[in-house]
């Protein structure tokens, strides 16, 4: 029996549903308007129009009721279809005589259907392939099988797509999957007369220090002609079984722009020597030795002619990272800054033989620099910092100190990261004066437990900051004793801060009730809030501090004693809210700190309450609760302080990833 659909609401979903397709397709024939169902487009045009118009009949609550979800789905992708029909109508320069006789016509077929469309631009398939990978550079993540095969389908699609998903595909390589490896070799050998060698392609190179991994990355040298990025892969377990065919890398990758080389024997160090001062175009530099090496019956100092070859020998270095690397002595960064005045950013991360007398070598020498992350650097400033500015910026001996004796002016600096350093009041002063453009600032005291000289910065220095820092977007206070007026004078001073860390981590300073309460009216801009182990902190200071941050989009409160009225009201109060971090892990530090008292906790009903009426959140890093007795659907958990924000490592990895893009 037909089914009426000009008359009843529902009645294309009861024809859908119904055993009888042939009375839907005389219902379509009916209302096609004299036009043939021949035609596979009319009838796929007829379809999405007659479904789009019964959905829009439908009551606006049943619409947007949850049964039909689906449905509203399959809307949404049936006006796009439309839209996308009417488009090549539109470009088409025929006009349809018929079009006005048909006016009536309740469906129109356009006539230019049937042409075939254009190719895509390359830009907009590379453009669509990084949301693949997502990478806006495009580069595979690491063993990932799922991009990979996806693609591999892209590059099926047609010749214009194929030579841009190759171009991708190709575009790292890891030897650890030696059959990919291998495909890729054979490709190569079988292509490389014409223009379409994949080896062409490969841009950078991921190994493991082992002697098949640097065979088959000799081998891979003959074919690689356009290589920009080399990456020595930390391997856990034994590492560097062996280096001796490192040795024949030399002047293999003339064109090399990045070298990266984790965890190295120290015994490996001269041949990675020859290997970068053959690299005349290196630009980023990452080098870490084994932990192993450190042991004082194993000494890996390197000797200062080794460290002026290697300095020397790379004149266009933009980026360094050097990370448990014994360097003999502060000259050592001398000898970096008067051959690489260009470098945009500097990572030394538990250097030995070094002292904060590095900084100021590095920050006068390079008029540049826009980065610099130093960790675990204990040993004082011995320099006399003076608030007057030099006039001479020429470095010619390190004896004279007269040269060092302040910071000199650098307007390009905007990221600075110290994490359990040595600090002062000068010098947290001095740094504020001459980086007045600085954007993001860490700053972490050392924890007791590490065994420093004892250092810290007081309300001084912060005061200090406060009077001569106005663009900072993110800021990030850990480990330090500080009056609550100071900070607000920084907050006051900084219009543009979005993001504030507070966390305690490892330390014994803590935030008070009454300290966040009077900070919180100036919280009302920030996106993303630190309060990591903060467990002096009660419930009711935490939820009034909160009714001042509407426009917060990450909230970490993890290990504070929180029960489940704080996410009844996170949806109320925090409506854009994104992330949180919440919960308790009552380890032996927690149960220290709280000695008998039970810790408020909350609960999965909590839990389930706060993600299924705070709309915006997707990421979740919960503690303290059964993770199967909430149902989280698309929330991605996370670990505790993952946001990228307040990460020193993903700040730096952030940076170079700018310098590197602006070196090209």
Not at 215 to 220: T, W
Not at 529 to 534: C, G, H, P, T, V
Request: proline letters at 6%.
């Amino acid at each position: 029996m037909p089914v009426d659909l000009t008359n009843s609401p529902s009645g294309l979903f009861a024809a859908l549903d119904s055993d009888s397709l042939s009375s839907f397709d005389d219902t379509l024939s009916h209302s096609s308007c004299n036009s043939p169902l021949s035609d596979p487009f009319h009838f796929l045009y007829t379809v999405l129009h007659r479904f789009n118009a019964e959905f829009s009949n439908l009551p606006l609550a049943l619409q947007n009721s949850p049964q039909l979800l689906g449905l509203r789905h399959a809307f949404a992708a049936n006006q796009t279809a439309l839209d996308f029909i009417l488009l090549l109508n539109n470009l088409s320069s025929l006009t349809p005589p018929s079009l006005a006789a048909s006016s009536s016509s309740s469906v129109f077929i356009p006539p230019s259907i049937c042409k075939p469309s254009l190719p895509l631009p390359p830009e907009i398939i590379n453009r669509i392939l990084s949301f693949v990978c997502g990478d806006n550079d495009c580069i595979v993540p690491f063993s990932d099988s799922s991009v990979l095969n996806t693609l591999f389908s892209c590059s099926l699609i047609n010749s214009h797509w194929n030579k841009q998903a190759s171009l991708v595909l190709w575009k790292r390589i890891d030897l650890v999957d030696v059959n990919r490896f291998g495909r890729w070799l054979l490709a190569s050998c079988a292509s490389q007369g014409d223009g379409r060698c994949q080896a062409k392609s490969v841009r950078l190179i991921s190994i493991s220090g082992n002697d098949v991994d640097l065979a088959l990355l000799d081998l891979a040298s003959k074919y690689v002609t356009n290589l920009q990025s080399l990456e020595f892969r930390r391997i856990m377990g034994s590492g560097w079984t062996s280096y001796q065919m490192l040795a024949k890398l030399k002047d293999k990758f003339p064109k090399l722009k990045s070298l990266q080389a984790y965890s190295i024997p120290s015994a490996a160090w001269k041949d990675l020597l020859s290997l970068c001062v053959s690299c005349k175009e290196l630009c980023n530099l990452d080098v870490s030795f084994r932990a192993l090496d450190r042991h004082p019956d194993n000494p890996s100092t390197l000797s200062a002619a080794d460290v002026d070859r290697l300095f020397s020998g790379l004149p266009q270095l933009r980026s360094l990272s050097l990370w448990m690397i014994a360097l003999p002595g502060d000259s050592a960064c001398l000898s970096l800054s008067k051959s690489c005045c260009n470098l945009r950013a500097v990572r030394l991360d538990d250097c030995e033989n070094i002292s904060m007398d590095s900084l100021v070598y590095i920050w006068n020498s390079c008029p540049q620099i826009e980065t610099i992350m130093m960790r675990l650097i204990q040993s004082p400033l011995t320099i006399n910092l003076t608030p007057c500015a030099a006039n001479n910026n020429d470095v010619t001996n390190h004896r004279h100190q007269q040269q060092y004796d302040t910071l000199q002016s650098r307007p390009t600096l905007h990221t600075l990261i110290f994490d359990s350093c040595w600090y002062s009041d000068a010098l947290i002063g001095s740094i504020g004066r001459a980086a007045p453009f600085l954007q993001t600032l860490y700053l972490e005291a050392a924890a007791k437990t590490l065994g420093f000289p004892p250092s810290s910065i007081s309300n001084t220095g912060i005061r200090m900051l406060a009077d001569h820092q106005t663009q900072l977007q993110s800021l990030s206070v850990v480990g330090f004793s500080f009056a609550s007026a100071e900070v607000i004078q920084l907050l006051r001073a900084n219009p543009n801060l979005v993001g504030l860390n507070l966390a305690k981590l490892r330390h014994d300073v803590y935030l008070g009730d009454q300290q966040l309460l009077e900070m919180a009216p100036y919280f009302a801009k920030l996106e993303a809030l630190e309060l990591y182990m903060q467990s002096h902190l009660s419930e009711s200071t935490i939820i009034q501090a909160l009714q001042y941050c509407a426009n917060l989009k990450s909230l970490g409160l993890s290990n504070i004693p929180v029960s489940d009225a704080l996410l009844y009201a996170i949806p109320h109060l925090c409506p854009n809210l994104e992330r949180i971090d919440v919960g308790m892990e009552v380890g032996e530090e927690m149960e220290a700190e709280l000695g008998e008292e039970s810790p408020k906790m909350c609960t999965p009903n909590g839990f389930q309450y706060m993600i299924d009426n705070a709309r915006r959140v997707h990421t979740v890093a919960p503690l303290g609760i059964n993770k199967e007795c909430v149902i989280w659907g698309s929330i991605y958990l996370d670990e505790p302080i993952g946001q990228d924000r307040f990460s020193e490592f993903k700040m730096w990895r952030k940076e170079v990833r700018k310098v590197a893009k602006a070196s090209g």
